[in-house]
């Protein structure tokens, strides 16, 4: 079975200052790796996707993420962070042969000014 | 651009009672999921549609049942509704014809609360 874990509950950060969530996972065979933005009382917004290929991956709003192999993690940054980058992360792979994301507990990035 | 539409937004029901929640995919896509997020949780695969058939089946209760129509909107239906259901539920969709794994939209989900 496979499983994503995130192991920050909260992770703090100045703006302007550089910023990494974290994500380890373990799945069967290649992993298919996506983070995930939530906003209070809002849907989860698509940030970024690693299926193959170049190990960072780019995503919106200046998101990037490093896919490594032989840790199977799969990281998230930026090199400046905003006051607006405040929400939950969640990261979530996806399993060969299936379509249903299996999500980590997420991350509560909280950015001061 | 469309999103993934979800209806309604909110929802209060008794305990026992039957609740079904809507959902409208972006247009073109192909396969529907439905994920359920409890208080502080991480969402969870509840089932999944590719061109109007079951593809996948995650901790789906008995007493949810689901399905998606001709025009690729989906319905999730739960009936015999417990407190332990109270929980945002999420629609998303994508477009995964030729199999390949395209991230999936997520609509702004429905909070469903049992009284």
């Known amino acids: 079975a496979q499983s994503v874990a995130q192991p920050e509950d909260q992770v703090n950060v100045a703006e302007g200052n550089p910023l990494t969530v974290k994500c380890t996972y373990s799945v069967s065979g290649n992993p298919y790796l996506f983070w995930y933005v939530q906003y209070p009382n809002r849907g989860l917004q698509f940030l970024l996707k690693y299926i193959t290929g170049d190990n960072l991956v780019k995503g919106s709003y200046g998101f990037e993420a490093e896919f490594n192999k032989s840790q199977t993690s799969f990281h998230l940054k930026k090199p400046s962070a905003l006051v607006s980058d405040s929400a939950l992360y969640f990261c979530a792979a996806m399993d060969t042969g299936r379509r249903a994301l299996t999500f980590g507990s997420g991350t509560r990035l909280q950015v001061q000014p | 651009a469309a999103g993934v539409i979800q209806s309604p937004r909110h929802l209060i029901k008794e305990k026992r009672e039957t609740a079904t929640l809507k959902c409208y995919p972006i247009?073109?896509?192909?396969?529907v999921y439905w994920y359920q997020q409890g208080p502080g949780q991480d969402p969870q695969f509840l089932i999944s549609?590719?061109?109007?058939?079951?593809?996948d089946k995650g901790s789906i209760p008995d007493r949810f049942s689901a399905q998606q129509f001709s025009d690729y909107h989906s319905e999730l239906n739960m009936s015999s509704l417990e407190l332990g259901d109270s929980a945002l539920y999420f629609c998303?969709?994508?477009?995964?014809?030729?199999?390949?794994?395209?991230?999936?939209?997520f609509g702004p989900g429905t909070r469903l609360t049992v009284l």
């Open positions: 998303a969709s994508s477009l995964e014809g030729g199999g390949a794994h395209n991230e999936q939209f």
């Open positions: 247009p073109r896509h192909d396969t």
């Open positions: 549609f590719y061109e109007k058939m079951q593809s």
